[in-house]
């Protein structure tokens, strides 16, 4: 059977007073890359948000980053889950997660799937 890209694992997390990052990578990247005892966390990211305060009293803008072609193969993987990683940020600052506790909460997180 062949192996197949179904859903997104959160494999980067950082937390500062001003921008929260989340990002994530599909789950055949991050199986290679545990299966050789490493964390996951140095396998390639496709698809990062940060969510940046800019102090000012208003709603933090949103952005949301790619790292894969338009034709990659995880491409709508990763595109119909953006609004999950924007949930996480948002979690984070809202329970106000230093870094550590958002890695401990979130990180290896599935994210989506295909049905």
């Known amino acids: 059977m062949e192996e197949e890209f179904t859903h997104l694992v959160v494999n980067w997390i950082e937390v500062d007073n001003k921008v929260i990052l989340v990002g994530a990578t599909d789950n055949l990247r991050w199986k290679w890359d545990t299966e ?4 996951g966390a140095d396998v390639k990211s496709s698809v990062w948000v940060t969510l940046t305060d800019h102090g ?3 709603v933090d803008s ?14 709508l993987l990763v595109m119909s889950n953006v609004l999950s990683l924007f949930e996480i940020a948002s979690a984070i600052k809202n329970e106000k997660l ?16 295909w049905v």
């Open 36 to 39: 050789l005892g490493m964390s």
């Open 98 to 113: 230093d870094v550590d506790r958002a890695r401990e909460k979130f990180f290896g997180k599935i994210i989506g799937g």
């Open 56 to 58: 000012k009293g208003f």
């Open 62 to 75: 949103e952005d949301a980053h790619f790292f894969c072609s338009p034709d990659d193969p995880i491409r």
